[in-house]
């Protein structure tokens, strides 16, 4: 054809069918999605049990909804509503050692004592931990504090906290709450959880 011919060239068949397929096949393969669905996911009133969640949040949620209750009930009644470390009115469940800093020791009872909202914030005392330590020998003496010091040394995050392990500790909490039993040292909550274990009255 000249260079310069204003005569459009007629495609062959087998072309324009294939075109005409893959205009066809784009549009069933890869639909435009829908932006409302997409941005906007129908809510749903379904929420997940705590049993069956991931086992970072379902150590989260043992941690609030039932060993912080648990641990501020507990000082609240055996101590007068007062502070570990500053005699304050109990308001949190302060750590000794930090969840950060000793993961396996984050649902410790021994580990775990009723704080004041100053003494547990890290913007104002820090957690206070010169005043906790203080505060735990007075009440419990030095073989206490020096037998948390070493639970924390052997503590490991990814071994004490699997899921079977929190399960339990979730109930034991539940059970100890309810019944108003109040344990300060691992090993008497450990011997409560086995023997709930033992007895059925944990199921996994």
């Known amino acids: 054809m000249p260079r310069y011919s204003t005569i ?3 495609m062959c068949p087998a072309c324009a069918y294939a075109a005409v397929y893959r205009t066809k ?3 069933t393969k890869n ?6 669905k997409l941005f906007n996911p129908k809510p749903t009133n379904k929420r997940t049990p705590w049993r069956e969640k991931f086992t970072g949040d379902m150590i989260n949620h043992v941690q609030t909804k039932f060993c912080n209750p648990y641990i501020r009930e ?3 009644t055996c101590f007068f509503g007062k502070s570990i470390s500053d005699n304050g009115k109990i308001a949190d469940a302060g750590h000794y050692y930090s969840r950060g800093a000793k993961k396996g020791m984050a649902l410790s009872p021994q580990n775990i004592h009723g704080q004041s909202k100053s003494g547990n ?8 931990l010169i005043n906790y330590r203080i505060g735990l020998v007075k009440r419990f003496g030095e073989d206490y504090v020096k037998d948390l010091d070493y639970l924390a040394m052997i503590s ?6 699997d899921r079977m392990n929190v399960i339990m500790i979730g109930e034991t909490y539940k059970y100890l709450l309810k019944n108003r039993i109040w344990v300060f040292r691992q090993s008497e909550f450990d011997k409560i959880k086995f023997e709930l274990y033992g007895k059925g009255k944990i199921k996994i």
């Not at 639909?31 to 409302?36: A, G, Q, V």
């Not at 914030?121 to 206070?128: N, P, V």
């Open 25 to 27: 096949t784009r549009n």
């Open 74 to 76: 507990r000082d609240n």
């Open 31 to 36: 639909p435009i999605p829908n932006k409302k």
């Open 8 to 10: 459009s060239p007629k």
């Open 121 to 128: 914030s890290t913007l104002f005392k820090g957690g206070d």
């Open 156 to 161: 490991e995050g990814s071994k004490t906290l």
